[in-house]
Structures are given as C-alpha cells and as structure tokens.
C-alpha cells in the first residue's frame, strides 16, 4: 500500500528543490549576461562578477546535497 503522506513529502520537496536549483543558476546566468554586457561597454563591475560566482557555486552545493541525499553510499545507509 502507498504511504500518500510520504509520496506528498516527497513530491513537494522535489518541486522545491528544482524550482530552487532552477532559479538560481537562471539568476547566476543573468548576472553573468548583465556583466558581459557592461565589460563590452567599459563598465566592468567587479562586485557583479564575485555575485554570480557566489550563486553559481550555491546552485553546486544545493545539487551536490541532492546527490548526497539519494545516493545511500555516500552517507552510509
């Protein structure tokens, strides 16, 4: 028999988790843009470029938990 609280832990979390992930490499890849943009006009901003670095390596962190979390070898179950 289905546990339907735990299939709906389960769904949210994984909506969650890919609307996060989604969200902050899109964020990361406009900041990147927006960058490149300002260098080629003689604008560069330094601060902008350690932001989107910053969010690019978040993203990371967030996925490899994920692959952490669902690989059983990783955290000894």
Known sequence: ?????????????????????????????????VHIDLAEAGQSKPLLKVGYWTVFGICSIVVLFGVYLIVPALHGA
């Open 1 to 33: 028999m289905i546990e339907w609280s735990s299939f709906l832990i389960v769904a949210v979390a994984t909506w969650v988790s890919a609307i996060v992930v989604i969200t902050l490499f899109s964020a990361a890849v406009r900041m990147r843009a």
